[in-house]
């Protein structure tokens, strides 16, 4: 446990001393801020791993961010740094390692779990994938009449889709082009049957992702995907060409008719949400190809390097983490906007939410304690800079603060042209406004109707972090995930809850379980739910039923 028995975070002196100072400094207008230091701008910035965050446009100053490393020492942040990489166990609840970080460790490493080391079996696991998408990309790979591939559907939730989607989306440009990849997840039958509807079963492979390969959503779009294959291939022996796994379940995997071979394993130690650069990501190498997954994984493991090595105060991750505690804790800034300024990240806000909010979302610390401090905050987000035109007017001018992580790249993915500046001068322009404002005396200038003054004037002092990159490649991508969990990592060590377990999805799968079969009931059929669930499952099964 991270926090000494009986000393809550709020009593902690460093925390005590971040109140007086956020008194101080709490209204100070990042105006002043700015014209106080003419360096700020390159004094509050940080290079790690090809990114570069820009976190001056926060309300902070060189003793917020003292604080806030003083703070993270306190909790211990560098023990548990040094636990995770280790391979201690950390997630509590469960009693095992998070060591997502040996996925994507040189191969001569060590790390151990239970006496074994686990290096090895990842290698081991990223060799089978390389050889299996290599045949699948060159054709060597064919389907049960003989076809080559072309279409793959991963079929998975939560971690087991977000993180592939995502990263397929985010490396489209490096992917070939003559197989398309979806993304199946939703047990609403409509997300299957959309997905497939134009597809040729001949030329189709299904990746089932699970780690549990008991989950229900995936289970029941694997069967029906199953039934849809063999519907169409005539023949239940086409289920070993057009179906693989990712999966730690090798009993389920194989009962559901996929030859071990046709596995592809992940360990227990790998959360859901934190695997997308495991077997997980079988669908992004197909896609991209094993060296641009090897790129990918070398980003990864620059950003864990430094996260693991370099000082608090200028640790890109950890930093990252600490702003967003001062933000929520200190400013009341409870929501988090992630606004990538590229249309290739656009599924990034998605699973952001996922890590961000599975991770953190926790109501008590390792020890059962109730918190007396906000959590992780409510992670959302869009691509800009079409949330301009739709969201922004609430970060600009809505009574809610609202922090914003703003993502761009300096060169363009296509021929040169206008539309990367134009893209790129929107993202600074929307910084230097949300940071700046505009007062009652600018708009005057504009000769705008007195009336209107009040309407356009614009507070400021919304606090921003821009991370910078010279262009979207894996090695960028792995760099900036890698940080991400490292910064979600650092704010569940300083609240002292376990960032690994997700108790509150388990209590969702139960209750479904007892109502499922309730919904099939006759209308007689007694209920025991509060009035108002009671009432909802009557309806249901009366319109259910009824003749459309
Ligand atoms: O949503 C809860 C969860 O346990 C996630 O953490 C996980 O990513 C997802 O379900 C899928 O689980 P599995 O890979 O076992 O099907």
């Not at 009986?6 to 990042?30: C, D, K, N």
């Not at 987000?381 to 993502?407: K, M, R, W």
């Given at each position: 446990?991270?926090m ?5 975070l709020t009593?902690r ?5 971040l109140q ?5 400094i709490?209204?100070t207008?990042?105006r002043e801020?700015?014209?106080?230091d ?7 910035a ?5 990114l570069y965050?820009?976190y001056?446009k926060n ?5 917020t961010?003292s604080?806030?490393v ?8 560098h023990?548990?740094?040094?636990a ?7 997630n509590?609840t469960e009693?095992?390692p998070a060591?997502h ?6 191969m ?9 080391d ?5 290698h081991a696991?990223?060799?089978?994938m ?8 060159s054709g060597?790979w064919?389907g049960h009449t003989g076809?080559r591939?072309?279409?793959i ?6 971690g087991s889709?977000?993180?592939p ?5 985010a490396l489209r440009?490096?992917s070939?082009?003559?197989?398309t990849?979806?993304?199946?997840s939703n047990?609403?039958a409509t997300d299957?049957?959309?997905a497939?509807r134009d ?5 189709t492979?299904?990746i089932?992702?699970s780690?549990?390969f008991t989950?229900?959503?995936?289970m029941?779009n694997?069967?029906?995907a199953?039934?849809?294959s063999?519907a169409?291939?005539?023949s ?9 796994a990712?999966?730690s379940n090798?009993?389920g995997v194989?009962?559901?008719?996929i030859a071990?071979s ?13 695997s997308?650069?495991?077997a997980i ?8 190809g094993?060296?641009?997954f090897r790129?990918?994984l ?5 950003m864990?390097t ?7 105060a200028?640790?890109l991750p950890?930093?990252l983490g600490l702003?967003a505690i001062w933000n929520?804790n200190f400013?009341g ?15 990034l806000p998605?699973y952001l939410q996922q890590?961000?909010?599975e991770?953190n979302g926790k109501h008590v610390t390792?020890?059962?304690a109730h918190?007396d ?5 409510v992670v959302w987000g ?5 949330g301009?035109?739709s ?5 600009h ?5 609202v922090a914003?992580?703003?993502?761009g790249?300096c060169q ?10 134009l893209l790129?001068a ?15 005396a600018?708009?005057?200038?504009e000769?705008l109707a007195p ?5 356009c ?5 919304r606090p921003?972090?821009t991370?910078?990159a010279e262009?979207?490649?894996p090695?960028?991508?792995g760099?900036?995930?890698?940080m ?6 650092t704010q569940?060590v300083?609240w002292g809850?376990d960032?690994?377990?997700?108790w509150?999805?388990?209590f969702?799968?139960?209750?479904a379980?007892?109502?499922t079969?309730?919904?099939?009931g006759t209308?007689?059929?007694p209920?025991?739910?509060?009035s108002?669930?009671n ?7 009366r319109?259910n039923?009824?003749p459309s």
């Amino acid at each position: 446990m991270s926090m000494a028995a009986g000393t809550t975070l709020t009593q902690r002196p460093a925390w005590v001393a971040l109140q007086a100072h956020h008194a101080s400094i709490g209204q100070t207008h990042l105006r002043e801020l700015f014209a106080a230091d003419p360096q700020r701008g390159e004094r509050f910035a940080l290079e790690a791993a090809g990114l570069y965050l820009d976190y001056s446009k926060n309300r902070i100053d060189a003793q917020t961010i003292s604080l806030l490393v003083a703070l993270a020492e306190d909790c211990g942040l560098h023990e548990r740094i040094e636990a995770m990489f280790n391979g201690d166990i950390i997630n509590m609840t469960e009693a095992r390692p998070a060591l997502h970080v040996a996925l994507r460790t040189a191969m001569e490493t060590r790390i151990f779990v239970d006496g074994v080391d686990v290096v090895a079996g990842v290698h081991a696991v990223l060799d089978h994938m390389a050889t299996f998408a290599e045949q699948v990309r060159s054709g060597q790979w064919l389907g049960h009449t003989g076809k080559r591939i072309r279409n793959i559907v991963n079929i998975g939730i939560g971690g087991s889709d977000l993180g592939p989607v995502m990263a397929y989306e985010a490396l489209r440009h490096y992917s070939q082009r003559d197989l398309t990849c979806r993304f199946v997840s939703n047990i609403d039958a409509t997300d299957l049957l959309e997905a497939t509807r134009d597809l040729d079963a001949t030329e189709t492979l299904f990746i089932i992702c699970s780690k549990t390969f008991t989950t229900l959503e995936t289970m029941t779009n694997a069967h029906a995907a199953r039934a849809w294959s063999i519907a169409r291939l005539g023949s239940e022996a086409a289920v070993a060409r057009h179906f693989v796994a990712v999966s730690s379940n090798a009993q389920g995997v194989e009962a559901f008719g996929i030859a071990p071979s046709n596995m592809f394993g992940f360990w227990d130690w790998i959360g859901g949400r934190y695997s997308m650069d495991s077997a997980i990501g079988l669908s992004t190498m197909i896609a991209v190809g094993a060296e641009h997954f090897r790129e990918m994984l070398a980003g990864f493991q620059v950003m864990d390097t430094h996260f693991r090595h370099a000082p608090l105060a200028e640790n890109l991750p950890a930093l990252l983490g600490l702003i967003a505690i001062w933000n929520n804790n200190f400013l009341g800034a409870t929501t988090l906007a992630v606004l990538p300024y590229a249309q290739y990240l656009k599924r990034l806000p998605a699973y952001l939410q996922q890590l961000m909010m599975e991770s953190n979302g926790k109501h008590v610390t390792e020890s059962g304690a109730h918190v007396d401090y906000a959590t992780s905050p409510v992670v959302w987000g869009e691509p800009g800079s079409n949330g301009q035109h739709s969201f922004y007017q609430l970060i600009h001018q809505g009574t809610a603060l609202v922090a914003c992580d703003f993502i761009g790249f300096c060169q363009s993915l296509h021929p040169p042209g206008d539309q990367h500046d134009l893209l790129m001068a929107n993202l600074f322009a929307q910084t230097e406004a949300l940071a700046f404002g505009k007062t009652a005396a600018e708009v005057s200038a504009e000769n705008l109707a007195p009336v209107l003054t009040p309407h356009c004037v614009f507070e400021g002092n919304r606090p921003t972090n821009t991370l910078l990159a010279e262009r979207l490649t894996p090695h960028t991508l792995g760099a900036m995930i890698a940080m991400y969990e490292h910064s979600v990592f650092t704010q569940g060590v300083i609240w002292g809850i376990d960032s690994f377990d997700q108790w509150g999805v388990q209590f969702g799968k139960q209750l479904a379980g007892h109502t499922t079969p309730e919904l099939e009931g006759t209308t007689e059929r007694p209920l025991n739910h509060d009035s108002s669930t009671n009432a909802l499952i009557r309806r249901y099964r009366r319109f259910n039923r009824a003749p459309s």
